[in-house]
């Protein structure tokens, strides 16, 4: 039994201090808000974004920073990731040099373009940083669905004493080393949700989304590799499986979002429609500029920033990019 902290207590935060409670863990989770913790103490359930996935007392629910990671051996960091550097920086008073912090956000760093795992690292060098990855919707974590998933870290020896601890028979992990790998493609399936969406949106086919998963695919894997990661990660549960998961699902936010932006919805009607936080909207900005720092092909992301930010027609950037120069598949 490990002594685990999970700063955030959205969907994905929630789940996973309820799965790991469930299997021996002593478990505290950290809210920003009084009124959300105390809600979640009372009902014995986060009603807005988990609603019937009991939470049992013995989780702590807590809102101080110091509280909340003062004995924990292991620290899940599960926020937004336009918020990770800010609550990393609140944080970092606390933390102690053998602590372990596991990244489970899915994004990138507007600004910096940095991945999560680095800033992570920036706020808290004392302490190793792993990252969990995979096809894995808080929905049916949280409930006990068979679900399996990545643990990455250049540490092999880290990666497989957390593979230890957190797998059990609802939830298989595997371990891997190529960090850059798995958090681009965690944070870039996001962005081909958005359009897997946007095609369902606009009433398109089967066809249309598997090629976009497709090619979707061929992008993520180009940027990875032009930034370090390892081709074969991209075909494994924190590529290929994450995507497929978030491009299909009804449990996807982004997929929702897509839907209806193609329906014709401004991003302010569908952000507030989806009344949760929309990584690939986060993302994709992020990613376009990576893609031009390394020199990198990315239609459907250039496609994706053009509908979200320019205003674009969905319709328009489809015919686009069916109308581009043809080329061989690579």
Not at 26 to 48: M, N, P
Not at 87 to 97: D, I, R, T, V
Not at 298 to 313: C, Q, R, S
């Amino acid at each position: 039994m490990k002594k685990i902290s999970v700063i955030g207590s959205g969907s994905w935060g929630t789940a996973l201090a309820v799965m790991l409670d469930k299997y021996g863990h002593d478990v505290t989770v950290w809210s920003w808000q009084e009124e959300e913790a105390r809600r979640i103490r009372e009902d014995g359930e986060h009603k807005e974004f988990l609603p019937g996935v009991p939470i049992r007392k013995e989780i702590k629910i807590v809102t101080s920073p110091e509280e909340a990671v003062r004995d924990a051996e292991i620290i899940i960091a599960a926020v937004p990731s336009k918020f990770v550097r800010v609550n990393m920086e609140k944080f970092a008073p606390y933390f102690k040099k053998e602590q372990i912090i596991v990244n489970v956000a899915k994004g990138l760093e507007d600004g910096s373009l940095k991945t999560l795992a680095e800033v992570i690292k920036e706020c808290a060098p004392e302490c190793d940083v792993a990252v969990l990855s995979g096809p894995s919707h808080a929905e049916e974590v949280g409930r006990g669905i068979p679900t399996a998933a990545v643990i990455a870290s250049e540490n092999e020896e880290l990666a497989k004493m957390i593979q230890h601890e957190f797998s059990n028979p609802v939830f298989r992990l595997y371990t891997n080393t190529d960090v850059i790998g798995v958090e681009i493609g965690a944070a870039m399936k996001n962005i081909i949700a958005l359009a897997a969406g946007m095609s369902d949106g606009l009433g398109y086919g089967d066809n249309t989304k598997a090629a976009l998963m497709t090619r979707g695919m061929a992008e993520i894997k180009r940027l990875g590799v032009a930034m370090g990661g390892q081709e074969n990660t991209f075909f494994g549960l924190s590529g290929i499986g994450d995507l497929i998961v978030t491009c299909t699902s009804m449990h996807s936010r982004n997929r929702r979002a897509g839907i209806l932006l193609g329906q014709g919805k401004s991003l302010d009607e569908t952000l507030k429609e989806v009344h949760m936080v929309v990584e690939g909207v986060n993302t994709a900005q992020a990613a376009l500029k990576l893609a031009k720092k390394h020199n990198v092909s990315m239609p459907i992301t250039e496609a994706i920033n053009g509908v979200l930010f320019d205003g674009k027609d969905p319709r328009k950037a489809v015919y686009d990019l069916m109308m581009r120069d043809k080329i061989s598949e690579a």
